[in-house]
């Protein structure tokens, strides 16, 4: 079912993040097709970033009935009035681990027969800074241009501050968000 998370307009755009959707959303689209202002603002995350170029929105399955995800985050860069998306994301609770690989390994098989040119990076078992996981496993997309698309197993500790399940977590991260993220939001 995961697989159909992320569609595509045309073949020809296959090596183009831009032609993946989570929940109907891409990089480069506005938010406000997808949201009111009010309901963007209502939804903004206080993330601990250091920088403030970027924002950050999260919408829940609870309130916003998605097919697939139970959230999905969206970045843009504050101060923009159109909110033109920079980086969209989709989390999925798993109760088990195990799941989310299988899950994980599908989606990746879908991608690398969709981003041909991408380099693939993935590892397995990964520390993480977030002291409520016990470790991580990723595959990573880089293209050309240095976006990256991301697919992320998180396995949390029972007892963490989130009161969360584990997660399978995919992003679509243009490469300006992608540059921010590793030099400047931390």
């Given at each position: 079912?995961?697989?159909?998370?992320?569609?595509?307009?045309?073949?020809?755009?296959?090596?183009?993040?831009?032609?993946?959707?989570?929940?109907?959303?891409?990089?480069?689209?506005?938010?406000?097709?997808?949201?009111?202002?009010?309901?963007?603002?209502?939804?903004?995350?206080?993330?601990?970033?250091?920088?403030?170029?970027?924002?950050?929105?999260?919408?829940?399955?609870?309130?916003?009935?998605?097919?697939?995800?139970?959230?999905?985050?969206?970045?843009?860069?504050?101060?923009?009035?159109?909110?033109?998306?920079?980086?969209?994301?989709?989390?999925?609770?798993?109760?088990?681990?195990?799941?989310?690989?299988?899950?994980?390994?599908?989606?990746?098989?879908?991608?690398?027969?969709?981003?041909?040119?991408?380099?693939?990076?993935?590892?397995?078992?990964?520390?993480?800074?977030?002291?409520?996981?016990?470790?991580?496993?990723?595959?990573?997309?880089?293209?050309?241009?240095?976006?990256?698309?991301?697919?992320?197993?998180?396995?949390?500790?029972?007892?963490?501050?989130?009161?969360?399940?584990?997660?399978?977590?995919?992003?679509?991260?243009?490469?300006?968000?992608?540059?921010?993220?590793?030099?400047k939001a931390y």
């Amino acid at each position: 079912i995961l697989i159909l998370i992320l569609t595509f307009q045309t073949p020809s755009q296959a090596n183009d993040i831009r032609a993946l959707e989570i929940e109907g959303m891409s990089v480069g689209d506005s938010l406000l097709d997808y949201f009111s202002e009010k309901v963007i603002k209502n939804n903004l995350m206080d993330y601990a970033y250091k920088d403030k170029e970027f924002s950050t929105a999260e919408f829940f399955k609870t309130d916003f009935n998605y097919e697939l995800y139970d959230i999905v985050i969206v970045n843009f860069k504050a101060n923009d009035k159109n909110y033109i998306i920079y980086a969209v994301g989709g989390v999925v609770d798993y109760k088990n681990i195990n799941k989310c690989y299988e899950e994980k390994n599908k989606i990746a098989e879908e991608i690398s027969s969709l981003l041909k040119d991408a380099k693939k990076e993935e590892d397995h078992k990964v520390r993480t800074k977030d002291p409520n996981a016990e470790f991580m496993s990723y595959i990573w997309y880089f293209t050309k241009e240095g976006d990256r698309v991301s697919i992320e197993c998180y396995d949390f500790k029972p007892e963490n501050t989130y009161n969360s399940p584990d997660q399978l977590r995919i992003g679509i991260l243009e490469h300006e968000f992608e540059n921010w993220l590793a030099t400047k939001a931390y």
